[in-house]
Structures are given as C-alpha cells and as structure tokens.
C-alpha cells in the first residue's frame, strides 16, 4: 500500500486493461486530460458517424418516409430497451424521451395519483436542484401537496409520503445510497419511491428491484451527447394503471387516428409527450451499444481501480495541498466520480482547465473528477495529479489572488 507509484507502473496498467480498446473509439481532444464524463460524456465516433447518416440520408434523402423506413417512431422504445439492460430493468418499462427534468414531473405526478390520500412527496435536502425545483412546481400547480425535505430520509418516510424521490449517486458527495434498502423502507410505510440515476447508469450496474420509478439523464455517463434524451422507467406492476399529466399524442393508444380525446397507450408509452428529438436519439443510441458492448460489470471494476489510484497518488504526491476527500472510500457505497473539498477549489479547477485537465466545480468549495473507464487511461491519471502537484508547487501556494477570487464565487 506504501509502494510509491511511478508513471511506469500506471502505463502497466493501461497495457493490461480490457477496456483499453475502447479509448480510441471515442473522439479524443488533443492534449486533454477530462475527468468530466460524469457531467458530459465524450463523443463517440460511432455516434458521429450515425447522426450524419441520420442527417444525411434518413432526413436528406428519406424525409417524411423515414419515420416508418428509418424505424424513427421506435427509436424511444429502442433506445429505452438499450437503457433498461443498464439499469436492471426490462426491456419495456424504459423509454427515452424528454429531459430529466420533464421525466420528474411526469412520474411525480402519475406517483401521487396511485397514492390518493396522500400529499407529500419526500425528497432530499441535498439532492440535485432540478429534482427538488420540479417537485415543487408540481405541489404549486396542485395547491394541495407538500413538498418535504429530509436529511435522514428513513426516518422521515411516514404514512401520509405518496412517493420518495432520491438521487441513487449524490451529485456533490459521489456517496451511493442504499438502493434496495430505501425501496423496502418506503414500501414498508405504503410510500412510492422514484430514482434519480443520472449519476449512476452507466457509472455502475444498477439493480432497480422493486422501485417503482426512476429517470435519468443521457448526456453523462451514458455519452448521448448535449442535451440528449432523458429516460424515464416505470415498473410493469403500475402499467395498466399510471397515468402522467402531460398526455401527449406521443402517449396516445392511436397517435395516427387523431382521436378527440385522451387514451393512454397501453404500457410504458404513454410516459412519451411529443415527438422525439430524433437527431439527438440516433446519437444516444449509437453511445448506448459501447456501454452495453463493453458491460457494465467490467466498467464498474476499472472505475473503483481508477478511483483508487488516483487518491492514492493525491495522497503520495499532493498531500500538502490539503485536499480533503469527501467520496467515501469503500467501494459499495460510492459512485463513479470524486469529491475533494478545498478553500480554493475554484482557483484549482481554473489553473487545472488552464493546462488542459478538466474536472469540474461545485460552489462553495468542492472539485469533482469524474471516472470514465471506457474514456479514460491509467497514464492520464498519472499526468493529472502531476499538474495538479506542479500547480500548487509553481502558482497556487503564494497566490492570495486565488483564494479572494474562490471567496466570491
Ligand atoms: C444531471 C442531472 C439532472 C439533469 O436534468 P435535465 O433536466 O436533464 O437537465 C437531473 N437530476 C440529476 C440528479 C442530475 O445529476
């Protein structure tokens, strides 16, 4: 465990890893080192190359046809199926559609329509913004629902809680929460419980047992691309039975009939709204087939490998910068990117972006580096805590600067 690391022993690694393949099957800018996949994922070549043909020939050349030619109308349903193989679903209870955002409101809403009698949904304090700002746009719509965050949310799952909604990876702290556990204990008090998993499909295998509802995001770890469809997965025992509030004729039993009124399509269908973004779609789809190509299990495994070594070697070489760790160290509870928290964090990440290493920032004070195993070698772990110890050595230290501005931002 003491061993000093050398930049040898990170290119031995690289030159034994499985995955490794897999780097050059992704658009590579020159000279960066990105630990940001976890907030957007690199661009695979695969996917370049499908939404030019999607471009191209599908719209250029096929137009309207290419709805039924190019198998458009499917691609929510496709690309959901490819999404539930990551997340431990099947193949049916996944669509992609919308963003995470809009994927919250639908599922929030058709979970207080099972649950009649009950006006609260439960959230995180800490949870991501969006998944709180939703939760509460819908109570003020409905007048009548409450809106709770909790810090302890076993302790604060009661009778009147219609559904829990909880991020599955802490977007700040990287800690993973008890899946299987939280979705026994809402259930044990006759609560819904929906996941937030835009921070672990893709990152980690996902078993969503017996939760109720999950969403999540396809820009991050899943490669879709700047603003690709979200997902959304609704649990088969509830198909027959939820309805969600924005009942477009995407959700309709007969799209084409153009019917007066509103009939739910049977199945996860009737979560879509409008007309998929299908561009964006073709460039998901494509990202989805490394994933699944690569599995998740392997992924994991180089990921938790990655992990450690890079804070090992934050330890052994950057250990006066006093950079404190607040991802939990044990693999079971952690997700796929590392949070240190640090006075001037700001000015750490700019002197880090300024040489080409990209993690990203969290206000107050917490740098995050995301772990990409499909997109990431050993060696570039190596060369960014070397800037990282060259930064503090040359600039930072001596720099009052740096600390005023982390202070105002
Ligand atoms: C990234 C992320 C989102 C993103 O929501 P969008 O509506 O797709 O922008 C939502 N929730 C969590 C937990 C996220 O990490």
Redesign the pocket.
């Known amino acids: 465990m003491t061993k000093t690391l050398s930049r040898e022993d990170c290119a031995a690694l690289d030159a034994a890893d499985p995955l490794a393949p897999f780097l050059p099957r992704f658009r590579r800018p020159r000279g960066a080192l990105y630990f940001d996949g976890n907030s957007l994922g690199m661009l695979p070549w695969a996917a370049s190359r499908r939404v030019v043909e999607a471009l191209e020939k599908e719209w250029g050349e096929g137009l309207i046809e290419s709805w039924t030619e190019a198998g458009w109308i499917q691609l929510p349903e496709r690309v959901g199926a490819k999404i539930a193989r990551l997340i431990g679903a099947e193949a049916d209870e996944v669509i992609a559609t919308d963003?995470?955002?809009?994927n919250?409101f639908k599922l929030l809403a058709a979970g207080l329509k099972l649950r009649p009698g009950r006006r609260v949904i439960l959230t995180e304090a800490g949870?991501?913004p969006?998944?709180i700002y939703m939760a509460e746009g819908l109570a003020q719509l409905l007048g009548d629902v409450e809106v709770r965050l909790a810090e302890d949310i076993r302790a604060a799952i009661t009778y009147d809680v219609a559904v829990v909604a909880l991020?599955h990876v802490d977007?700040r702290s990287s800690a993973l929460a008890d899946m299987a556990d939280l979705t026994a204990a809402a259930h044990a008090k006759g609560a819904l419980i929906l996941w937030?998993l835009?921070?672990s499909a893709g990152a980690l295998p996902v078993a969503l047992g017996e939760a109720d509802f999950a969403?999540g995001?396809g820009?991050?770890f899943l490669n879709g691309g700047p603003g690709a469809p979200?997902y959304a997965f609704v649990a088969k025992r509830w198909h027959h039975q939820f309805v969600q509030p924005l009942a477009g004729w995407m959700g309709h039993a007969a799209p084409f009939e153009f019917e007066a009124h509103y009939r739910p399509a049977p199945g996860i269908k009737r979560a879509l709204s409008g007309t998929p973004s299908v561009l964006a779609m073709t460039a998901l789809d494509a990202a989805l087939d490394l994933l699944l190509e690569a599995g998740m299990e392997r992924i994991r495994l180089k990921a938790q490998a990655q992990m450690d070594l890079f804070a090992r070697l934050v330890e052994q070489r950057c250990a006066e910068i006093g950079l404190e760790l607040l991802t939990p160290r044990d693999h079971a509870v952690r997700g796929s990117h590392l949070a240190y928290r640090h006075p001037q964090g700001y000015a750490l990440t700019q002197a880090l972006r300024a040489r080409r290493v990209v993690p990203d920032f969290r206000a107050p004070d917490i740098i995050r580096f995301g772990f990409t195993p499909l997109t990431l070698a050993y060696v570039e772990i190596w060369d960014a805590v070397e800037q990282l110890a060259t930064i503090w050595r040359e600039e930072l230290w001596r720099e009052p600067r740096f600390a005023m501005k982390a202070a105002v931002t």
């Not at 963003?99 to 809009?102: H, L, V």
């Open positions: 963003s995470t955002s809009i919250l949870n991501f969006t998944d991020s977007y937030d835009s921070h969403v995001c820009y991050k979200a």
